[in-house]
Structures are given as C-alpha cells and as structure tokens.
C-alpha cells in the first residue's frame, strides 16, 4: 500500500503561482511513476504532469511550458510548480501513483484561480 499526502493548494490570482507537495510513504520502492490529475466541476478527471522513477516528464498540453512537475526521491514527496495560473486551471488536483498492478489516489488539494 502507498498513501498520499497533497499540500500547497490556494486561492492565487490569475497569473500568480502555486507550489503542490505530494509526500509518498508505505511501500514507496514499487512505485514506478508518480503525476497529478486535477478535475474541475463538471469535467472528468485528466492527467496533467507525470514523472518515471528514472525522471521523464509528461505533461498536458495545456499546462506545457507553465507547469513543472519534479521529486525529490530522498524526501519521497513529488511536486508540481504552476506558472502563469489562469482561471481555468481551476480544480482539485490530486496526486497519482502507480506500481504497475494498482494506481493510489491522494484525497486531493483544491486549486482556485481568480480572474
């Protein structure tokens, strides 16, 4: 089992900035990649940034070049830094991992981007 712990989420204006922490604890050494998905109200959930144990990135082509998404292994926590918010970044974001077999789900941090 892997547990998730997200913090970081806010309310910031459009064009400001946010930080995300995802801290990762149990049985952390089968994890094989790490992202964060956010879902907005009414929308289905969608992936946004993910990163490999051996540190490739994916991200949503909406959020490329103003999201970046990182670990720290020695920390086990996995971050996301949001650049340029706009209003419709708005949501929950939640943080993923998967071990190949199962995927774990954070309980998520709320987002909200004022215009």
């Known amino acids: 089992q892997v547990q998730l712990v997200e913090s970081g989420g806010g309310l910031v204006q459009a064009g400001g900035s946010l930080r995300l922490s995802c801290a990762a604890s149990g049985s952390i050494f089968s994890i094989n990649a790490m992202g964060w998905y956010r879902q907005a109200p009414g929308k289905q959930r969608e992936l946004v940034a993910a990163i490999t144990s051996g540190g490739s990135t994916n991200y949503a082509d909406s959020v490329k070049g103003r999201f970046t998404i990182s670990r720290d292994n020695a920390k086990n926590t996995v971050y996301l830094q949001m650049n340029s918010l706009k209003p419709e970044d708005t949501a929950v974001y939640y943080c993923?991992?998967?071990?190949?077999?199962?995927?774990?789900w954070g309980k998520g941090t709320l987002v909200t981007v004022s215009s």
């Open positions: 993923n991992a998967a071990d190949g077999l199962l995927d774990y």
